[in-house]
T-cell receptor, first 115, second 115 residues
């Protein structure tokens, strides 16, 4: 089991550029989650998918953020245009179908810095 | 939705002492309660979880207790060691509604164990 795989691990870019974060969930997991973590706001859920369908995107801060899950093994989170306040660690997590438990497994995160 | 509150936000203990972190939740339909440990610069990792049909669960030096009537659950760490120093998050899974599948996280507790 390779775990949840995120890329890139670090991203430094200038304000106004497009940023794309990638995630490969654990095979067989039906749920995929995107989180943002900052010191000020803690761990925030941005959006999550069930069977590739977005279920709740109410945490997406604004229209500059978008997420897709074209298939069961891949998801992207895009920020366009990026702003310095988007600097944070972005985590992807996946969990299996509900069986009375819903343990989420997190990737190692993408540390994003917008200059 | 669900509202999870976690206390304290910071906790300092001497090595060998016990540490207790408490969380409350608001929705009686919540039925699954995981705890995550996040070391500095790392991803959150599941350390223990409990389902609502169980009152207590233990795994070596860590234990979790659940009081469904009072809607609170706690993490207990005994014989603390410096490597227990981390941020601990509690979470609840709400077993109804349109947000089935997501976890609601507390704000985290920074535990520091002094040698």
């Amino acid at each position: 089991d390779a775990g949840v795989i995120q890329s890139p691990r670090h991203e430094v870019t200038e304000m106004g550029q497009e940023v794309t974060l990638r995630c490969k969930p654990i095979s067989g997991h039906d749920y995929l989650f995107w989180y943002r973590q900052t010191m000020m706001r803690g761990l925030e859920l941005l959006i999550y998918f069930n069977n590739n369908v977005p279920i709740d995107d109410s945490g997406m801060p604004e229209d500059r953020f978008s997420a897709k899950m074209p298939n069961a093994s891949f998801s992207t989170l895009k920020i366009q245009p990026s702003e310095p306040r988007d600097s944070a660690v972005y985590f992807c997590a996946s969990s299996p179908v509900y069986r009375g438990k819903k343990p989420q497994h997190f990737g190692d995160g993408t540390r994003l810095s917008i200059l | 939705g669900e509202n999870v509150e976690q206390h304290p936000s910071t906790l300092s203990v001497q090595e060998g002492d016990s540490a207790v972190i408490k969380c409350t939740y608001s929705d009686s339909a919540s039925n699954y309660f995981p705890w995550y440990k996040q070391e500095l610069g790392k991803r959150p990792q599941l350390i223990i979880d409990i389902r609502s049909n169980v009152g207590e669960k233990k795994d070596q030096r860590i234990a979790v207790t659940l009081n469904k009537t009072a809607k609170h659950f706690s993490l207990h760490i005994t014989e603390t060691q410096p490597e227990d120093s981390a941020v601990y998050f509690c979470a609840a899974h709400r077993n109804r509604g349109s947000t089935l599948g997501r976890l609601y996280f507390g704000r985290g507790t920074q535990l520091t164990v002094w040698p």
